[in-house]
Antibody
């Protein structure tokens, strides 16, 4: 059974940084393209970015609102993916979901950016 | 403002058939597969339809997906009270970048 467990969410001040992690199990993580999706309170879903498998180049893509501030990485030896978020803004407040490129989803972790 | 356009709400009575539309453009829906998600209150989204019209195992055949040109539809037949949820469509934004784009979501009410 595929399991994705996010961690690292919390309260951070505007301009601050936070690192989210996603622990994956139940599938061959190294072969998977992985994505982060977020959902602001009471709003719809927004794709944040993706990291391809190493065999497909391991490259990343980002949505325009986070490009240059967020970085996605992966550690295939630990079956984990990370989202490093810098220069956080109040509009980054959301539940962040780890996904196998939008097929399987974790339960999400809440990030609140507020002074 | 979402790239894909969905009606904000839809409703139906138990047993009825309901369809939810998702409108895009040639670069997203017109060129790529469509995915549909169900989100029950307070829970993570769940994949309902992938590759436009395929159901993951465990999803009842009451749910079906289709596409015509730059629009897609999710149909729910034999509506049940537990189908009351938010529904989202998604597709690759364009075949070059592969960035995902979403619809704004449709709140389905079972009357």
């Amino acid at each position: 059974e595929v399991q994705l467990v996010e961690s690292g969410g919390g309260l951070v001040k505007p301009g601050g940084s936070l690192r989210l992690s996603c622990a994956a199990s139940g599938f061959t993580f190294s072969n998977a393209w992985m994505s982060w999706v977020r959902q602001a309170p009471g709003k719809g879903l927004e794709w944040v970015g993706r990291i391809r498998s190493k065999t497909d180049g391991g490259t990343t893509d980002y949505a325009a609102p986070v490009k240059g501030r967020f970085t996605i990485s992966r550690d295939d030896s630990k079956n984990t993916m990370s989202l490093q978020m810098n220069s956080l803004k109040t509009e980054d407040t959301a539940v962040y979901y780890c996904t196998t490129d939008l097929i399987n989803w974790g339960q999400g972790t809440l990030v609140t950016v507020s002074s | 403002q979402s790239v894909l356009t969905q009606p904000p709400s839809a409703s139906g009575t138990p047993g009825q058939r309901v369809t939810i539309s998702c409108s895009g453009s040639r670069s997203n829906i017109g060129s790529n597969n469509v995915y549909w998600y169900q989100q029950l209150p307070g829970t993570a989204p769940k994949l309902l339809i992938y590759r436009t019209n395929q159901r993951p195992s465990g999803v009842p055949d009451r749910f079906s997906g289709s596409k015509s040109g730059t629009s897609a539809s999710l149909a729910i037949s034999g509506l049940r009270s537990e189908d009351e949820a938010d529904y989202y469509c998604a597709a690759w934004g364009d075949s070059l970048s592969g960035n995902w784009v979403f619809g704004g979501g449709t709140k389905l009410t079972v009357l």
